[in-house]
C-alpha cells in the first residue's frame, strides 16, 4: 500500500523537518505567502502538521522555481522527474507519494505557473550570463545586477555552474583562490545591460559579433551548413573556445585546432585558416573574467 507523504515525514528528525520548514519560508519570501515565526520551537508533531498542511502550497513553489527545461522534463517522465537543483524533501526514502504527485499534476496545467517558469528561463540566463562575464563577484554587486527579487529566486536553487556563497558567487570552474579573492575585490566592472546579460547565458550574444557573421558566411559558401547547425557550431566549437582563460590560449588553440580537424574537410590551407581567424576575432571581443568583463579589444584600447 502506498505511503502518504505524512507518513513519511513523520519518519524524519526534527532537524530534517526543520530544513524542510526552513526552505518553504524561504520560498514564501519569493511568493508573498506568510510565515509562522515561532514553528521552528514547536514540538515535532506540530511541526509535521505544519509541514503538511502547507504541502500543496510548497509544491507550488517548486515547480514556479523550475526553468523551462526542467518543466518539460517534469511533464514527459511518468514517475515525474524532480528537479535536484534544491533538497526539496518532495522525494522521501527515493519516494514519491501517490498525494505529492497529484499535486504536481494539478499544477503542470496552471496557467498562471506555467507562465512564471516561462519567465524564470529569462532570470537564470541572466544569472548565467553574469557570471561568464566576471568569474566572481561580491554577492551584493551580483544583487545590484540582476536585482533583489530574481536573487532570491537565483540563490534557492543549487546551480552546476556556480556557487552561490554569503559574500560572494564563484564560477565552479574558478578554483584558484588568489583569482578568486582578486577577481571578487576589484569592483572596476565593464556593466551590461540585462538584456545582454540575458544573450550572453543564452550563449548568443556573439552572434551579433561581425567576426560571427562572417564566418557563418564562409561556412555556407563551402559547407551543406544550414541555420540549424549554429547550435552545433556554438555548443562544440566556438563556446568551448571562448570560456578560455586567455592565460591558457596556447591550449585554447591547440584544442580548436583538433575540433576543427575533427568536424571539417579542407580544400586549400586558406579555408581553414580562415575560419580560425573568425573565431579568433569572436574571442577578441568577447567579456572576460580577468577583464572584469571586459573584452581583449576593449582592454588593448584603453
Given at each position: 500500500m502506498d505511503k502518504s507523504y505524512l507518513e513519511l515525514i513523520k519518519s524524519l528528525k526534527k532537524e530534517e523537518l526543520l530544513k524542510i520548514v526552513n526552505l518553504f519560508h524561504q520560498y514564501c519570501l519569493i511568493y508573498n505567502y506568510p510565515v509562522s515565526i515561532t514553528i521552528s520551537k514547536a514540538k515535532k508533531e506540530d511541526i509535521i502538521n505544519y509541514i503538511f498542511a502547507k504541502l500543496d502550497i510548497y509544491v507550488k513553489c517548486i515547480i514556479m522555481s523550475m526553468d523551462t527545461i526542467e518543466f518539460k522534463q517534469l511533464k514527459k517522465t511518468k514517475e515525474y522527474y524532480i528537479p535536484t537543483f534544491i533538497d526539496n524533501y518532495l522525494i522521501?526514502?527515493?519516494?514519491?507519494?501517490?498525494?505529492?504527485?497529484?499535486?504536481?499534476?494539478?499544477?503542470?496545467?496552471?496557467?498562471?505557473?506555467?507562465?512564471?517558469?516561462?519567465?524564470?528561463?529569462?532570470?537564470?540566463?541572466?544569472?548565467?550570463?553574469?557570471?561568464?562575464?566576471?568569474?566572481?563577484?561580491?554577492?551584493?554587486?551580483?544583487?545590484?545586477?540582476?536585482?533583489?527579487?530574481?536573487?532570491?529566486?537565483?540563490?534557492?536553487?543549487?546551480?552546476?555552474?556556480?556557487?552561490?556563497?554569503?559574500?560572494?558567487?564563484?564560477?565552479?570552474?574558478?578554483?584558484?583562490?588568489?583569482?578568486?579573492?582578486?577577481?571578487?575585490?576589484?569592483?572596476?566592472?565593464?556593466?551590461?545591460?540585462k538584456s545582454e546579460y540575458e544573450k550572453i547565458g543564452k550563449n548568443t550574444y556573439h552572434h551579433s559579433f561581425n567576426a560571427y557573421k562572417k564566418l557563418i558566411k564562409v561556412l555556407k559558401s563551402n559547407y551543406l551548413f544550414k541555420q540549424k547547425d549554429i547550435s552545433f557550431l556554438d555548443q562544440v566549437i566556438i563556446i568551448p573556445?571562448?570560456?578560455?582563460?586567455?592565460?591558457?590560449?596556447?591550449?585554447?588553440?591547440?584544442?580548436?585546432?583538433?575540433?576543427?580537424?575533427?568536424?571539417?574537410?579542407?580544400?586549400?590551407?586558406?579555408?581553414?585558416?580562415?575560419?580560425?581567424?573568425?573565431?579568433?576575432?569572436?574571442?577578441?571581443?568577447?567579456?572576460?573574467?580577468?577583464?572584469?568583463?571586459?573584452?581583449?579589444?576593449?582592454?588593448?584600447?584603453?
Amino acid at each position: 500500500m502506498d505511503k502518504s507523504y505524512l507518513e513519511l515525514i513523520k519518519s524524519l528528525k526534527k532537524e530534517e523537518l526543520l530544513k524542510i520548514v526552513n526552505l518553504f519560508h524561504q520560498y514564501c519570501l519569493i511568493y508573498n505567502y506568510p510565515v509562522s515565526i515561532t514553528i521552528s520551537k514547536a514540538k515535532k508533531e506540530d511541526i509535521i502538521n505544519y509541514i503538511f498542511a502547507k504541502l500543496d502550497i510548497y509544491v507550488k513553489c517548486i515547480i514556479m522555481s523550475m526553468d523551462t527545461i526542467e518543466f518539460k522534463q517534469l511533464k514527459k517522465t511518468k514517475e515525474y522527474y524532480i528537479p535536484t537543483f534544491i533538497d526539496n524533501y518532495l522525494i522521501i526514502n527515493n519516494i514519491l507519494t501517490l498525494d505529492v504527485k497529484k499535486i504536481i499534476n494539478k499544477y503542470l496545467k496552471n496557467k498562471k505557473v506555467v507562465a512564471k517558469v516561462k519567465a524564470n528561463r529569462k532570470i537564470y540566463n541572466i544569472a548565467s550570463g553574469i557570471m561568464i562575464c566576471y568569474g566572481a563577484l561580491k554577492t551584493t554587486t551580483f544583487k545590484e545586477l540582476i536585482g533583489e527579487e530574481a536573487f532570491l529566486l537565483v540563490a534557492i536553487r543549487k546551480n552546476s555552474n556556480y556557487t552561490i556563497l554569503d559574500d560572494k558567487i564563484i564560477v565552479n570552474k574558478l578554483t584558484n583562490k588568489r583569482k578568486i579573492n582578486k577577481y571578487v575585490k576589484n569592483l572596476n566592472i565593464r556593466k551590461f545591460s540585462k538584456s545582454e546579460y540575458e544573450k550572453i547565458g543564452k550563449n548568443t550574444y556573439h552572434h551579433s559579433f561581425n567576426a560571427y557573421k562572417k564566418l557563418i558566411k564562409v561556412l555556407k559558401s563551402n559547407y551543406l551548413f544550414k541555420q540549424k547547425d549554429i547550435s552545433f557550431l556554438d555548443q562544440v566549437i566556438i563556446i568551448p573556445y571562448l570560456y578560455n582563460n586567455t592565460k591558457e590560449e596556447s591550449l585554447a588553440f591547440n584544442n580548436l585546432n583538433q575540433i576543427i580537424d575533427n568536424y571539417f574537410e579542407f580544400g586549400t590551407s586558406k579555408l581553414k585558416e580562415r575560419i580560425i581567424s573568425s573565431i579568433k576575432l569572436i574571442k577578441e571581443e568577447f567579456p572576460l573574467w580577468e577583464y572584469r568583463g571586459k573584452s581583449l579589444k576593449e582592454e588593448s584600447n584603453d
